[in-house]
Nanobody, 124 residues
Framework: QVQLAESGGGLVQAGGSLRLSCAAS????????MGWFRQAPGKERVIVAA????????YYAVSVKGRFTISRDNAKNTVSLQMNSLNPEDTAVYYC?????????????????WGQGTQVTVSS
């Protein structure tokens, strides 16, 4: 079992920045690829970014590439999402997820553990 807890969400104006963090506890964090997903009202939960267990390989959705940066610190059991140049379309609940595999996956179906989510609201 892996327990995940997100933090760092909030309300920000368009063009602003936020940094989300996800703290993991339980089994060895470095054995898991990690992902950030988001779910806007009335929409499906979709991947935003993902990172391999080593941190060497990353993935970004087209909509956030160049604006968001995912990183991890295996010594501190944390994964972060730096979000810059936010726009109202980024408004959603953001979830941290863990996959018991060295490599990330795009589909939410391959992630076994999820946090409770943190709300990000971007005002225009």
């Amino acid at each position: 079992q892996v327990q995940l807890a997100e933090s760092g969400g909030g309300l920000v104006q368009a063009g602003g920045s936020l940094r989300l963090s996800c703290a993991a506890s339980g089994r060895t964090f470095s054995n898991y690829a990690m992902g950030w997903f988001r779910q806007a009202p009335g929409k499906e939960r979709v991947i935003v970014a993902a990172i391999s267990e080593s941190g060497i390989s990353t993935y970004y959705a087209v909509s956030v590439k160049g604006r968001f940066t995912i990183s991890r610190d295996n010594a501190k059991n944390t994964v972060s999402l730096q979000m810059n140049s936010l726009n109202p379309e980024d408004t959603a609940v953001y979830y941290c997820a863990a996959r018991p595999n060295p490599m990330w996956a795009m589909s939410r179906n391959f992630y076994n553990y999820w946090g409770q989510g943190t709300q990000v609201t971007v005002s225009s």
